[in-house]
């Protein structure tokens, strides 16, 4: 059985993980025969939003306490992870991927990634195995991998060109599709980027899982 290392940034599309997308890249994974395991920093989350409102609100939230949810208490800290134990590494996305993972949603192209997820997703390079990045989770593709790298973000002007001035290749992409660099294993998908409806998501990301096991 092959066993895919999942990394979540919350629980929640406006300061952690995205729900729908975090579920169906574990149900195609489950669906296609895979094992995962899911991982999350132990850490404060960036900030706390009322998900019914929008609004930001007062007090703090654990990551990985908050991704447990979706992971139904079955989750580990990130820095547990080992490259070594795992075929594949799979992020879902969501503004956690952004603000959590990294501050991308702050800096833009001037990001800096959580030590914890880089040495993670550099692991995976570095070991050439596969990786996939779901929604805005692909602006840590330039960060991973060498200087070309091919990622996308769906057809967002400014994240594209964020992703470009970070060392990246960026290439427009439907939500219905993936873009794959074959040379480092690398596969990514707009999501929630683009996607109006559940089920926009789901043809991108179960593309994505099962392109990410093939590899």
């Known amino acids: 059985m092959k066993k895919v290392a999942v990394i979540l940034s919350g629980c929640g599309v406006y300061d952690g993980a995205e729900i729908h997308e975090a579920v169906l890249c574990l149900l195609h994974l489950s669906r296609h025969g895979a094992g995962y395991q899911c991982f ?5 989350q960036h900030h706390v939003v009322n998900h019914l409102t929008g609004e930001e609100q007062a007090g703090g939230r654990n990551v ?24 594949a590494l799979l992020l879902p ?5 952004a603000k959590n993972l990294c501050d991308f949603a702050s800096k833009g192209a001037d990001t800096r990634v959580d030590p914890q997820v880089l040495a993670a997703c550099k692991a995976f390079a570095a070991a050439r195995k596969p990786a996939g990045y779901c929604c805005i989770a692909p602006v840590l593709i330039p960060h991973a991998y060498p200087a070309g790298v091919k990622g996308t ?8 060109d964020a992703f470009t001035a970070m060392g990246g290749e960026h290439i427009g992409c439907a939500v219905t599709d993936v873009v ?8 990514s998908t707009p999501a929630y980027m683009l996607a109006e409806n559940i089920a ?9 899982v099962k392109r990410l096991l093939e590899m």
Do not use: C, M, W
């Not at 996305?93 to 991927?97: L, P, R, S, T, W």
């Not at 973000?153 to 594209?160: F, P, Q």
């Not at 794959?180 to 596969?187: F, G, N, T």
């Open 40 to 44: 999350a920093p132990d850490k404060l």
């Open 64 to 87: 990985l306490e908050e991704a447990a949810r979706i992971a139904r208490g079955q989750i580990r800290p990130l820095h547990e992870l080992n490259a070594a134990d795992f075929d």
């Open 93 to 97: 996305g969501g503004f956690g991927a």
């Open 153 to 160: 973000i769906g057809t967002d002007a400014g994240v594209a």
């Open 180 to 187: 794959e660099d074959s040379h480092y294993k690398v596969i």
């Open 200 to 208: 926009e998501a789901d043809t991108g990301i179960g593309k994505l």
